[in-house]
């Protein structure tokens, strides 16, 4: 059984989350304020915690970046209002794992937390090389020209995707499905979480290794012509 903290100030969206997943089998915890919420996740253990942004006390940007500052790697899913470019970069540069849009299915969201969830239990074996960019899928680190890069939980899944296949492009749908899984997400949201990464891996360095393919997905290579 998956085990969810739900830090929601709404009460009615709070308590129709929780009926609704804990009809499906999951285990709920609730804070209904930011400074409660991240008490719990610093002192719990969750499988997946589902935040909303606009809470009181705490604001849930202020609460992931507490969440990561503190070494807490368990995965984040943000519900807000907000859907702005910006919003999004904002908080998947400050932790968060994946964003739904009030107002929003519960199916989707019961499917993004399972593919949050499965993502975070996924471990493969050898180092990963791109020129000097290093991943290591066990301990979950990456590092580049010997200088350790943090990124988020979804840079991580889109990189390891892409290095096992590189230099080849790997596709829009093949890329939403290895963070989302069987139809979640969007190709918006994806191209969100490519900035992010781009921000990581690239920006810092003279050679650019993430290459667009547009309208058909991305690659990642030494060269843009690989």
């Known amino acids: 059984m998956l085990r ?15 009926d609704y997943l804990e009809f499906r089998g999951f285990v709920m915890d609730h804070a ?9 996740a610093l002192g719990g253990v969750y499988d997946v915690i589902v935040l909303d ?17 503190a070494g807490h790697n368990t995965p984040v899913l943000m519900l807000t209002a907000r859907d702005t470019l910006q919003d999004k970069l904002i908080g998947f540069a400050e932790g968060a794992d994946d964003y739904v849009v009030k107002p ?9 937390i399972r593919a949050l969830y499965r993502r975070g239990r996924l471990q493969h074996g050898d180092l990963l090389h791109v020129a000097d960019l290093t991943l290591d899928p066990v301990k979950l680190t990456v590092e580049r020209a010997g200088q350790t890069l943090n990124l988020t939980r979804a ?10 296949r590189a230099p080849n492009l790997v596709r829009h749908n093949d890329l939403a499905h290895a963070l989302w899984g069987e139809g ?16 990581a ?11 667009t393919v547009h309208g058909f997905g991305y690659r990642i290579a030494e060269h843009a012509e690989a």
Do not use: Y
């Not at 942004?53 to 500052?69: F, H, Q, S, T, V």
């Not at 929003?104 to 993004?112: D, S, Y």
């Not at 979640?184 to 921000?199: E, K, N, Q, Y």
């Not at 891996?201 to 290459?211: A, G, Q, S, V």
């Open 104 to 112: 929003f299915a519960m199916k989707e969201l019961e499917a993004r």
């Open 32 to 40: 209904a304020d930011g400074a409660n919420g991240l008490r719990m």
């Open 184 to 199: 979640g997400g969007d190709i918006a949201t994806l191209h969100t979480h490519f900035s992010v990464l781009r921000s």
């Open 201 to 211: 891996i690239d920006r810092p360095f003279e050679t650019r290794l993430l290459h």
């Open 155 to 164: 840079g991580f899944v889109l990189l390891e995707t892409l290095m096992r």
């Open 4 to 18: 969810i903290l739900l830090v929601e100030d709404q009460r009615d969206i709070a308590a129709n989350i929780w």
């Open 53 to 69: 942004l606009g809470l009181p006390k705490l604001d849930g940007i202020d609460l992931c970046r507490a969440l990561r500052e």
